[in-house]
Antibody
C-alpha cells in the first residue's frame, strides 16, 4: 500500500524549533519529488516547499514566508522526508502535510501532523 | 509573489454541472492541478496537468485551461462532491508554487 505518515508535530514556543518527519512506503521513494504543504486552522492550503530527487540534484524551493527558517531534506536510505523548522512564529501553527509525486504530481498525501506555536 | 484566484463558493443542485475557475497570469504556460479536500481530511488530487484524471477519480471530474484561466468541471455533481477545491500551479519562473484560495462547493 502506498503510504505517507507524518510525525513530529507538537506544541512549541515562539522562537523554538521542531523537526517533522514523513515516512514513505509502498513506492520508490528515491524517484519521487516530495512537497510540504500546511493548513492553518480554518484557512486554505499553503505550499511550504519541495525537494527534488537526487537524480534531479536534490534541489529545494521554499515559499517566501519560510525561506531561511525552514529546511527540507530527505534520507533515501530510510525512505524519509524531513522538515526542519527554526525561529518558529505563531503564524506557523498549522497542520503540516507531506505529499509525493508517485504516479502523478502530488498524488499521494499523508494525513498530516499538527504544529502549534504558542507561549 | 504570485497568486491564483478562485471564487470563494459555488453552489449547484444535484445532477447539475459545477464549474470552478482559477485565474493566474502564468497559466497560459504552466499546468494547473486541482485538489479536493473534504472536511477534516487530507487533500486528494483530482486533476493534474490541466486535464488528466488520476486513477480512481470519477469521470464526472474534468479539467480544462484556456489563456489565464483553468476550470474544474464536475458533470452531474453529487452530494458526495461537496468539498473545498483548490487549484495549484507555478509562477512563470517555475520556482514558486502556489495554491488558489479555495472554493467551497455546495451541492444541495
Amino acid at each position: 500500500e502506498v503510504q505517507l505518515v507524518e510525525s513530529g508535530g507538537g506544541l512549541v514556543r515562539p522562537g523554538g524549533s521542531l523537526r517533522l518527519s514523513c515516512a514513505a512506503s509502498g513506492f520508490t521513494f528515491t524517484n519521487a519529488w516530495m512537497t510540504w504543504v500546511r493548513q492553518a486552522p480554518g484557512k486554505g492550503l499553503e505550499w511550504v516547499g519541495l525537494i527534488k530527487t537526487k537524480t534531479d540534484g536534490e534541489t529545494t524551493d521554499y515559499a517566501a514566508p519560510v525561506k531561511g527558517r525552514f529546511t527540507i531534506s530527505r534520507d533515501d536510505s530510510q525512505n524519509t522526508l524531513y522538515l526542519e523548522m527554526n525561529s518558529l512564529k505563531t503564524e506557523d501553527s498549522a497542520v503540516y502535510y507531506c505529499s509525493g509525486n508517485v504516479l502523478a504530481y502530488m498524488d499521494v498525501w499523508g494525513e498530516g501532523t499538527t504544529v502549534t506555536v504558542s507561549s | 509573489s504570485y497568486e491564483l484566484t478562485q471564487p470563494p463558493s459555488v453552489s449547484v443542485s444535484p445532477g447539475q454541472t459545477a464549474r470552478i475557475t482559477c485565474s493566474g497570469d502564468a497559466l497560459p504556460k504552466k499546468y494547473a492541478y486541482w485538489f479536493q479536500q473534504k472536511s477534516g481530511q487530507a487533500p486528494v488530487l483530482v486533476i493534474y496537468e490541466d486535464n488528466k484524471r488520476p486513477s480512481g477519480i470519477p469521470e464526472r471530474f474534468s479539467g480544462s485551461s484556456s489563456g489565464t484561466m483553468a476550470t474544474l468541471t464536475i458533470s452531474g455533481a453529487q452530494v458526495d462532491d461537496e468539498s473545498d477545491y483548490y487549484c495549484y500551479s507555478t509562477d512563470s519562473s517555475g520556482n514558486l508554487r502556489v495554491f488558489g484560495g479555495g472554493t467551497k462547493l455546495t451541492v444541495l
